[in-house]
């Protein structure tokens, strides 16, 4: 696999908001779903988010990650644990 570019990196980083929006803003189970389906959706969501900021360049020990901040992704994945618990 080839290294990812500045762009990609961005949007993957970008793409991660997406993942953040839904965590905080979905306190409760939508009313067309069981409680093991919303837990399944943030799970999918918070793990999805634990993935990403692992992510490592092609020599598979330097992360893809320069400067980015994390703090509204550590908060969801801890927000998004503490509701499927």
């Known amino acids: 696999m080839a290294e990812r570019t500045t762009d990609e990196i961005a ?3 970008t793409a991660a908001g997406d993942s953040v ?4 803003s979905d306190t409760a189970k939508g009313s067309n779903e069981t409680e093991q389906e919303w837990k399944d959706r ?3 969501n918070t793990d999805h988010l634990e993935i990403i900021k692992a992510y490592k360049k092609e020599d ?5 990650w320069t400067s980015e901040d ?4 550590d908060a969801a994945i801890t927000a998004g644990k503490a509701r499927i618990a």
């Open 70 to 73: 994390f703090t509204a992704i």
């Open 21 to 24: 929006t839904l965590i905080n």
């Open 60 to 64: 598979g020990t330097t992360s893809i």
């Open 11 to 13: 949007q993957i980083f």
């Open 42 to 44: 943030i799970k999918r």
